[in-house]
């Protein structure tokens, strides 16, 4: 019995998934620049463009208590030096300056690239940079909210558990991140699965404007009105077009929610997919205020089966969960009420381990789910055995795409994604190993992710149970997300991306993320 309370209180964790004050000062190196240069090029550029006061390198104390804040061992990677803009014009002058700089800056057999971080949780390289330099929007950080327009203006450098308190206090709140330690850009640009789906699609869906400075460092504002085709881009496309330095968010009520976590043992696998299946072709447009998160964990050679089980109008015990109910139960269900504001902090995954994931979607099927659980199992114990049982935790999570999600979304003018769940209830599957010990421990375990993965795709088209859809957010850096929206889509990008970066330079200069110039024709 204590072994599992001791799991229990590592689910409370996993289920949810789901600073520096002041301006420390420029480096002596820094401010020898205008004499001798740092020998950095790129560094050395936003120096000479008036920004030595924005530069942080490994000198600079703050450059390290940034590194140490990335969410994940994975992207802990120190760059050159960090470009730590205030504002969007400060972000424009910076970006002129790196990308256009002098003629000889981008010549010769040396090579060098920039990244952009926002709230540093996004895993790979899409949030940082070992050659080169990492614009690190940490000060743009503000949240405000404007009764007349009913819109939540949030910044890029904020976490969600810094944008929901300061909402809170006007009455409001946004379909933004579950998880409080999760940044704003990277959810919002990549879809933005949230508690509110069920009425207000994702989060991506909510946004009324984007203010963007684009690679020739004009700032532009993106909505139904203007440059509306940048709009409908940036829901779900990524940084291939700009960098976001304001996201104005629909708001709404911000109502008390029911929260619970529900907790059941291995052996009742299938029951357990029965409940997913019922919920994601049934229970979810029945009871549109729910929200489910479901979990099969191994930690320590143990599985169990967890729900985050929510909802939006504060309802305890919501009828749309009824058969996660009925699961025998390891622990006695005892959901709360209580504010996001006050939720998002307490169910946030800790950080601090070499992590990695890898998603696919899958038609609401009960024989690939249970496929899906019985070779999680194997991939425990192979994993357990190459590393150690006591080296990783394994969270596979299931999450309900029903096909009227693609209605919510054309309503609010269109993502890039949402048309592809048309016609077909859909579960989204992420698998997410988290490896305490060593990186090589972690090459390994990525290695059997991947054959993990491959081996379910292939079932899951044997049996005509597969789906286009690899969700973005969730998704491994060998994975195309961007390739797997509809054709339409994709062409849309493709234009949108010449119309507003001529050269390029978003797919060239800035190598993280995912590319729509990668994309096959």
Not at 168 to 192: E, F, K
Not at 431 to 441: F, G, P, Y
């Amino acid at each position: 019995m204590k072994t599992i309370t001791a799991l229990i209180s590592l689910v409370s964790v996993a289920t949810a998934f789901l600073s520096p004050s002041g301006i420390a000062s420029a480096s002596g190196l820094a401010s020898n620049a205008s004499t001798n240069g740092t020998g950095a090029p790129p560094c050395d550029l936003l120096i000479e463009a008036g920004l030595a006061d924005r530069v942080r390198f490994p000198s600079d104390p703050e450059f390290e208590l940034r590194i140490q804040s990335y969410w994940a061992l994975d992207t802990r990677r120190r760059p050159w030096c960090l470009f730590m803009p205030h504002n969007a014009t400060e972000v424009s002058i910076g970006l002129v300056a790196l990308l256009e700089g002098k003629d000889n800056v981008h010549k010769g057999a040396g090579d060098w690239h920039i990244a952009v971080r926002g709230g540093g949780h996004a895993l790979g390289h899409s949030n940082n940079i070992e050659d080169g330099v990492t614009i690190d929007l940490f000060y743009l950080n503000e949240t405000t909210y404007d009764p007349a327009t009913n819109l939540a203006s949030v910044m890029p450098g904020s976490l969600w558990r810094e944008v929901y308190p300061v909402l809170h206090t006007q009455g409001v709140v946004v379909a933004g991140g579950r998880d409080g330690d999760v940044g704003v850009p990277g959810i919002l640009l990549g879809g933005g699965s949230n508690y509110y789906m069920g009425e207000h699609g994702f989060g991506c869906d909510t946004v009324r404007n984007f203010e963007v400075v684009l690679a020739d460092g004009s700032i532009v504002n993106a909505n139904e009105d203007e440059h509306r085709d940048l709009w409908r881009a940036l829901k779900g496309g990524g940084i291939n077009f700009g960098i976001v330095t304001r996201f104005d968010m629909e708001a709404f009520p911000d109502i008390p929610i029911s929260y619970g976590m529900r907790t059941m043992p291995g052996n009742a696998s299938e029951q357990f997919v029965d409940a997913v299946v019922d919920y994601t072709d049934i229970q979810q447009q029945a009871f549109p205020k729910d929200a489910l998160i479901a979990t099969v964990i191994h930690v320590s050679g143990v599985e169990i089966l967890a729900t985050a089980e929510v909802n939006t109008a504060g309802i305890l015990n919501s009828p749309g969960f009824d058969r996660f109910a009925r699961i025998p139960q390891l622990t006695p269900f005892a959901p709360v009420v209580t504010n996001l504001y006050a939720l998002a902090p307490v169910t946030s995954l800790p950080g601090g381990s070499w992590s990695v994931f890898e998603t696919l979607a899958f038609r609401s099927n009960r024989q690939i789910l249970n496929y899906i659980v019985e070779r999680n199992r194997q991939l425990a114990t192979d994993i357990g055995v190459a590393i150690g049982p006591a080296s990783f935790l394994s969270n596979l999570i299931y999450q309900a795409l029903p096909s009227f999600f693609a209605d919510i979304s054309a309503d609010q003018g269109g993502n890039m994604f949402a048309d592809i769940l048309r016609g077909h209830n859909a579960v989204i599957c992420t698998i997410e190993i988290m490896v305490s010990s060593t990186q090589r421990d972690c090459a390994l375990a990525v290695t059997l992710l991947r054959e993990f993965a491959a081996d379910i795709r292939s079932y899951s088209v044997s049996i005509g149970a597969d789906h286009p859809l690899v969700y973005l957010n969730y998704a491994d850096p060998a994975q195309d997300p961007l390739g797997s929206y509809p054709r339409r889509h994709i062409k849309h990008m493709r234009k949108t991306a010449r119309r507003y970066d001529p050269d390029g330079l978003f797919q060239t200069r800035f190598p993280g993320g995912f590319k729509i110039s990668r994309v096959r024709k």
